[in-house]
């Protein structure tokens, strides 16, 4: 017996080693990966919100530029000059307003868009403007633009020749860089902004744009840098860098080079050339920059057609991130070991005292797992062992109670299912029932109205049946709809063609003469599988009880738009009436719930919508808040091609 002891705790003993040193390891490495790919994310969810902030940050010197503008087109003066055709006067004071404001551009031009007079440039003029992008745009349009352009060098140099002389860049061959055949870059990449000058009469005078040249300011990256970074260092180097790319070419930056200078002229890596230049997506990952390694992030800059013109870019310096991460790797080496060394320690003393417990244990468990849930383990000592055998216990015996207890439920629920159905098919029988009596009602009474003697209070009497009647056969029409299981006859269809549908027969209704319908459809949604006849009966419930909601007075605005996973179609219906109170919105798709009046509704309409919206595989929502309006959202699936 001794012997046979002996080995049974060598064994054990053995295999508690093997199982400690495996898992101590397999945790190591697990630990080790969760730590590298925890540390990645961090650096990768930092740079994707630094990104964010610096395009805050672009976007609102855009909107600065488009502010200066609009407001210096509404000025008296310029107005005035226009209309007498006299700009003696207002020369200086724009020259005064682009130095105030640091603009690099100031131009006036004539309702043609013919330059009148260049703030920085006065020599010449007479030039027309009428091709670019932004002036045309506004001379269609009369509205306020802003965008970021690229400017030709010999249309810069137009706006003055210190600005042509600034966007000068020389190529400078960068490691990793995309190759091309490209020494110098004579173009600038602008932001810019064009107002229109109004009359009295709102009509067109002519036009303010002004604008500033990114190449070589650093205003924005450094703004940017401070902003998020608060300039902090590491090792000497910044930790973080921001840069504004014309195309793939660093035109301002303060990314160094390794004399400490600003990095302009280098060119972005050809895997991020690749990524957001010709594919139009972004880049959340590790990328050389110049000479070094970052963790970065990298936009697409867009001018007003959509066309991509540049990048905006924000990195992290990788350096600090890897010594991190190769010092948290240790520590987590050290406290592995250490944890596998006391492990080995504890495993020996409990060797012996834990093998016929544990046995006692497994057997339990194995016949628990057969389903014997009257499996119970003796107690025999008070100690840690003890404790899980009375655990065991108590879970076998809350894992009976609990079947038990199923079982019951389970039971209930079917009987209730089958009572609910049968009383859905009485319902249903019932309506199909006093639908022809009440149809008979209906005849009778209209037949009686048509008697030429009968006179009031009889012929009043007789309106009020006749009203309760098809009142009546509309609740019964209601539920036997809402009973009745309709297989939808799907077909591909645009959805925005449906909507425009609903909306022709309901413009005209008296109740929606003083409603204003704001229509944003989609211009280009993925068709959709759809019973045309369904959908347009849900489209048409959700916009008549939005004009009842408005009592035929407010705003409706349609929305329509696919989802950034482009799995689904979603779309908005937002009136501006009286909303919906909390305590009815869990109640909003039972049957025959109404907030209406009795004469206006049976409460059938969400019911059946959720039904029909269900049956396509999409889903419906309400937001609401009462007195501030209410938004119906509905998802259908896109047909997958």
């Known amino acids: 017996m001794s012997n046979i002891n002996i080995s049974l705790r060598t064994k054990l003993i053995v295999s508690f080693l093997a199982v400690v040193i495996v ?89 043609n868009g013919k330059v009148l007079f260049r703030a920085c440039n006065p020599d010449v003029y007479d030039d027309s403007q009428a091709e670019d992008e932004l002036v045309n745009r506004v001379l269609l349009e009369k509205e306020v633009v802003a965008s970021t352009q690229i400017i030709s060098g010999k249309e810069l140099e137009k706006e003055g020749k210190d600005l042509a002389e600034q966007a000068y860049i020389e190529f400078i061959p960068t490691p990793m860089e995309k190759p091309g055949p490209e020494k110098e870059e004579t173009s600038g990449m602008v932001m810019k902004a064009v107002a229109p000058v109004m009359g009295y009469d709102n009509e067109l005078l002519g036009i303010i744009y002004a604008g500033r040249l990114l190449n070589r300011n650093y205003e924005i990256v450094d703004k940017v840098k401070d902003t998020v970074f608060k300039g902090v260092k590491y090792k000497g180097k910044d930790i973080g860098t921001v840069t504004i790319f014309q195309e793939d070419l660093r035109i301002s930056t303060n990314v160094q080079n390794l004399d400490g200078s600003r990095a302009i002229g280098t060119r972005v890596s050809e895997e991020v050339y690749d990524q957001v230049l010709v594919k139009g997506m972004p880049w959340i990952d590790r990328a050389f920059v110049v000479n070094n390694w970052y963790i970065t992030a990298y936009e697409p800059i867009e001018n ?39 492990a080995l320690i504890i495993s020996y003393f409990l060797a012996s005292g834990i093998l016929k417990p544990v046995n006692r244990l ?91 003697e009968l006179h009031d209070p009889g012929r009043e009497n007789l309106k009020k049946v006749v009203r309760e009647t098809i009142r009546c056969k509309e609740i019964v029409k209601g539920l ?57 009966q849900v489209f048409m419930n959700i916009i008549l009880n939005a004009a009842e909601a408005m ?23 937002t009136d501006t009436g009286c909303g919906i109170p909390q305590e009815n919105m869990k109640k909003l798709f039972e049957p025959f719930f109404t907030t209406k009046e009795k004469t206006k509704g049976i ?39």
């Open 304 to 342: 007003i057609k959509g066309e991509i013109i540049g990048i905006l870019y924000v990195g992290l310096l990788e350096e600090k991130f890897t010594d991190m991460r190769k010092e948290t790797l240790w520590i987590f080496l050290g406290i592995t070991l250490a944890g596998m060394a006391l």
């Open 362 to 452: 497994v057997y339990a468990s194995k016949q628990l797992a057969k389903g014997d849930l009257t499996q119970r383990v003796k107690l025999t000592s008070k100690d840690e062992i003890g404790e899980l055998a009375e655990a065991f216990n108590f879970m076998a015996s809350s894992i009976k109670e609990r079947d038990d207890q199923l079982k019951a439920r389970a039971q209930q629920k079917i009987q209730e299912s089958e009572r609910l159905a049968s009383l859905g098919r009485l319902a249903a029988g019932v309506a199909h029932e006093i639908n022809n009596p009440l149809g008979a009602i209906l005849i009778y009474s209209n037949l009686l109205l048509e008697e030429p």
């Open 23 to 111: 898992t101590g390891f397999v945790a190591t490495l697990v630990g080790v990966n969760l730590i590298v790919d925890g540390i990645i994310r961090e650096e990768q969810d930092r740079v994707r919100t630094n990104l964010n902030s610096a395009r805050e940050i672009y976007e609102g010197e855009l909107k600065e530029i488009k502010d200066l503008s609009r407001l210096t087109a509404v000025r008296f003066f310029i107005k005035e000059a226009l209309l007498k055709s006299d700009l003696v006067g207002i020369e200086e004071e724009l020259v005064r307003i682009r130095k105030e404001e640091h603009l690099d551009i100031l131009t006036l031009t004539d309702k």
């Open 551 to 573: 009592e035929g007075k407010g705003s409706l605005t349609i929305r329509t738009q696919l989802l950034k996973d482009g799995q689904f179609i979603e779309l908005e219906f």
């Open 603 to 641: 409460g059938l309409g969400l019911a059946i919508s959720y039904g029909v919206i269900k049956n396509h595989g999409g889903n419906i929502e309400v937001k609401s808040q009462a007195g501030k309006g209410t938004t119906f959202i509905i998802k259908l699936p896109v047909e997958k091609m």
């Open 480 to 536: 036997l709809d809402f009973a009745r299981k309709t297989e939808p006859k799907k077909e591909l269809i645009n959805i925005n063609n449906i909507l425009e549908r609903v909306l022709s027969l309901v413009e005209k209704q008296a109740l929606f003469q003083n409603i204003k319908i704001t229509k944003k459809l989609h211009p280009h949604l993925p068709m959709a599988m759809i019973d045309i006849t369904q959908i347009q």
